[in-house]
């Protein structure tokens, strides 16, 4: 569940809506390609999506919310970057075996062209040393793998 969102926001009220949608589009094929090659259909698999607070850009929503700006600046409380790498040791904690994968390298607030360009970095999100430092970040944990 998801808290309410305030579309009247700093980010928002100066971003493109184009810029804006061409990125959830790509990051959306982006999360079906991952999910249908590493998830399948036989199960039991927690996924996580969240942006990383290792990117610059999830430092600074992280300044944000922890100033209490969170709502002001990006529209909602409830989108707080995680680590990639305490989410998967909390998971190896708890008997799953997490897969990391970046599902973007991009920020959806870039212009559209600089979305494209970083954007074709999303092929290599799966990559050992790359994985860790995508903008948005998919978790996939499983038992027994």
């Known amino acids: 569940m998801s808290e309410i969102y305030t579309p009247d926001n700093l980010l928002d009220n100066r971003s493109d809506p184009a810029t804006l949608a061409e990125q959830y589009e790509r990051g959306k094929r982006r999360e079906r390609e991952l999910l249908d090659r590493h998830l399948g259909l036989t199960g039991g698999a927690l996924v996580v999506i969240e942006p990383n607070v290792l990117h610059p850009v999830g430092v600074a929503l992280a300044l944000a919310n922890r100033a209490g700006l969170g709502v002001r600046v990006h529209g909602t409380p ?32 870039l212009p559209v062209r600089a979305q494209r360009a970083v954007g074709a970095l999303d092929r290599f999100g799966s990559a050992p040393g790359l994985r860790w430092v995508g903008h948005t970040f998919m978790l996939i944990a499983r038992r027994g793998r």
């Open 78 to 109: 409830d989108d707080i970057p995680l680590s990639p790498r305490r989410l998967a040791a909390a998971a190896r904690a708890e008997g799953l075996t997490p897969e990391l994968h970046a599902v973007s390298y991009s920020w959806r607030r």
